[in-house]
């Protein structure tokens, strides 16, 4: 890596003596010198000093005598400082300071501020400024100051200033709205606004009666247990309950709560049926005996009995319409051997043949007697005029299923 030369530096030598310096005065040029002047020159290197700082010596350089003749040098005319202008007289105004005599700074006279017509005298200026005095260099521009009482202008009257405004004045419009609409809606004073009270149609209301209590308080509490013949068993409770001719009683299961009806009998007693029909029963369903008066003594010698009881089984139909279809379906393939051991039905008698159709009023009643209308499957829907629901009721009796239409109507 090369070194890098050292600087050199150049010292005049010791032995120019006071004369040869040109006097200068105030107020004339000095005379013109001819002499000769002797230089001497000392040349040192850095890589030299360091080299001989090593080593322990001082350093020193090479010298060089040289001999320079010397003109007389231009005449300098001395800078006069022009004292401060004269302030204008006011009243109570401050001793004016002593003038700054530097060299090469000027101090520019005040300008006097133009007059303000509301006061009886100018004040000075304090908007001056000191400036230097450098030859060659440009003067900066002065900036005038406003006169006392006037409005400064807005130098920050850029495009951020249009915003500043503008979210000031959204928080002023807010809060003007705001109480114009507290006098206009809570101050304003209240009108009173009468609702009028809706009337009632003449039109009738079904009664929220339950169906249990259209045929009355009597309960039958029968015990269904699961055994090798539960149908069976089912009738041998029912003959040890007391019931008088024509007379009604509800029949539920002992120590049980909840309706028993026939979707609960469907499957208590494992009975086919169509699964459509699962969705079409409603919530409201009881199962009641019936005291049968009806007897065909010469037809039937058992009919001859007084008293004996016929089940009826009552259940809410939430779409007529498709029960229909489904029991008439029903009554093509397996209806009446389906229902055989839970109606009491004596195929012996008769076989199973095709439904007919029967009326009672307000209700189209499908039958088939075994052989007569005390031993039969009846069934018809009917709407009850107490609930405004419509309900499917299936008895093996003509006469128990007349008396529970009469109820429903």
Do not use: C
């Not at 018809?380 to 405004?388: D, E, K, L, V």
């Amino acid at each position: 890596m090369n070194a890098v030369p050292a600087p050199m530096y150049a010292r005049p030598s010791q032995n120019t003596t006071e004369a040869s310096k040109p006097a200068i005065s105030d107020v004339q040029t000095s005379k013109t010198l001819n002499q000769l002047r002797e230089f001497k020159t000392s040349i040192r290197t850095m890589e030299d000093d360091i080299a001989k700082i090593k080593v322990g010596q001082q350093p020193s350089g090479v010298d060089i005598n040289r001999t320079v003749a010397q003109s007389a040098p231009l005449p300098v005319a001395t800078p006069t400082v022009p004292g401060p202008s004269p302030l204008p007289a006011t009243p109570n105004a401050p001793a004016s300071r002593p003038p700054l005599v530097s060299s090469g700074f000027s101090i520019p006279a005040t300008p006097s501020r133009p007059a303000i017509s509301t006061a009886p005298s100018a004040a000075p200026s304090t908007g001056s400024v000191l400036k230097p005095s450098v030859p060659g260099a440009m003067p900066l521009p002065k900036i005038p100051m406003p006169p006392t009482g006037s409005v400064a202008p807005n130098i920050n009257n850029t495009a951020g200033g249009g915003f500043n405004k503008l979210f000031i004045a959204i928080p002023v419009l807010l809060l003007v709205l705001g109480i114009g609409a507290y006098f206009l809606f809570f101050n304003s004073p209240q009108i009173a606004v009468e609702t009028p009270t809706p009337s009632k149609t003449a039109e009738p209301t079904p009664s929220t009666t339950p169906l249990a209590q259209m045929f009355g308080a009597n309960v039958a509490e029968v015990p269904i247990v699961s055994s090798a013949s539960p149908i069976e068993d089912f009738y041998a409770q029912l003959a040890k309950v007391d019931l008088a001719s024509t007379e009604f009683k509800r029949v539920t299961s002992a120590g049980e709560s909840g309706s028993l009806g026939l979707p609960e009998l469907f499957d208590r007693f494992m009975i086919a049926h169509p699964v459509q029909l699962n969705d079409i029963f409603g919530a409201e369903r009881i199962a009641v005996i019936y005291g049968q008066k009806e007897t065909f003594a010469g037809q039937d010698a058992t009919a001859t009995v007084d008293g004996q009881k016929r089940l009826v089984l009552i259940t809410e139909v939430k779409d007529t319409t498709n029960a229909t279809s489904i029991l008439r379906q029903w009554e093509a393939t397996s209806m009446t051997t389906d229902l055989g051991k839970l109606l009491v039905l004596d195929f012996s008698k008769k076989k199973p043949g095709e439904f007919s159709d029967n009326s009672y009023p307000g209700a189209t009643i499908r039958y088939q007697n075994f052989p007569t209308p005390d031993r039969s499957i009846d069934y018809a829907f009917i709407q009850a005029a107490s609930t405004g629901k419509t309900y499917l009721v299936l008895g093996n009796s003509r006469e128990a299923v007349y008396a529970a239409l009469s109820r429903l109507q």
